[in-house]
């Protein structure tokens, strides 16, 4: 094996390494985005449930 092309293989290992860390760490903001996101549907969900039973019990109050 020559020595231009171990250096070549070690440059691109290099670079690998480089870009693998690139993205974990843009893997681990997704992850957290997608935490947030998912914690803001609950409470939408939630109060969305919250109306739909104050519109119900306004219905069911009309025909009273």
């Given at each position: ?26 893997l681990?903001?997704?992850?957290e ?32």
């Open positions: 094996m020559d020595e231009g092309y171990l250096i070549e293989l070690l440059t691109e290992m290099a670079q690998l390494k480089e870009r693998n860390k690139c993205m974990e760490t843009e681990k903001e997704m992850q985005r997608y935490s947030e996101i998912s914690l803001k549907l609950a409470e939408v969900e939630g109060e969305r449930q919250q109306l739909v039973m104050t519109v119900r019990n306004l219905k069911n109050g009309k025909r009273s």
